[in-house]
């Protein structure tokens, strides 16, 4: 079985020879390759290139074009400060949205594009023709509520969400049609799976989140599904107070980072919604040692039962011991699928038909 099949029938709920394995990599990958994280993120042949060669020393299912954010923004003209071997900052004093008023000179500057846009649709290119049908090649982009952040700081889009809700749904708006536009890119160059990140999203309530985010995170996930590709939501933090709204998005695979206990994840979200996760990339990984995390990661499956991914909470950081990463792989590739009814924790929690949010 192919990791690329071995993804999808996780996702379609089919029997699978055994555990898909789809963790995140960025600065791991870069080093993996031997070049420095500028390069890695800028240049299209070198994420590649990084990616594949990952993928081939731990077993990877996939490979991903996740890099540091927000190509959207940067292309739209936001500022961005760039380190030779660091993940390049947005300055917040700098946003591009800072003033309101600029707000319509962004809008209608018409179509995304620019060097960030076109870097990642080659490396797109470039990976679906190293790793053919092997693996999924996974493209990403933006979530509404983080693309918003990046263009008019995180601190001013908080403040906005309260004293001028008119101006942040517009905002909300514009960063919607620029992710849809950006994923239909990703899709046509190859892209089997889109992932949405929206860090941004787990910093505000269930009020805020389902007045101003959850709607348009639905309409992306509608748009990508509407292109033949599949979709992975990715929001890090402590997302339990929206695990309800989340439910009702529609997403084929859920990320779920450590700070939400695994088996609440499961009971909320319900039996049949495939998930990720969530070892502590840190503590768990990093700072683990293998036979560790084989039990960790046993713990994980005994929470979550079946419609599972191996992966880490987020991003494997760099610095992890090989043989760490190495340990997830020998558990995913020595496991198949539980039945959900195995997990004593399933069924036990609450909010498992949660209405749409609207």
Known sequence: MTGRERILGTLDGRPTDHLALMPITMMFAADMMGVKYERYAREHTAMADAQ??????????????????????????????????????????????????DFEQVRTRGPIAGERIENRIRGIERMRGLVGKELIVEGWVSGPCAAAADLRGINRLMMDFYDDPGFAHSLLEFALETGIRFAEMQIDAGADI??????????????????????????LVGAIHAKGARVRLHICGNIRRILGSIRTLGCDLIDIDSPVPMDEARSVLGTHQSLAGNLDPVRELLDSSPEAIQQNLENVQQQVGGHWIVAAGCEIPRGTPKENVLAMT?????????????????????????????
């Open 194 to 219: 889109i992932g949405i990140g929206d860090a941004a999203a787990s910093i505000v309530g269930p009020r805020i989140y389902n007045e101003f985010v959850w709607a348009r995170e639905k309409k």
């Open 330 to 358: 020998r558990f995913a590739q020595s496991r198949t699928q539980m039945e959900n009814a195995k997990s004593s924790s399933i069924g036990k929690g609450m909010l498992l038909a949660q209405p749409d949010p609207q």
């Open 52 to 101: 594949v060669k990952t993928a081939e020393i731990f077993g990877f299912d996939h490979v991903s074009a996740i890099g540091p954010p927000a190509p959207e923004g940067a292309d739209l003209g936001a500022s961005v400060e760039w380190f030779t071997d660091q993940p390049p900052s947005m300055p917040e004093a700098n946003a591009l949205v800072a003033d309101k008023h």
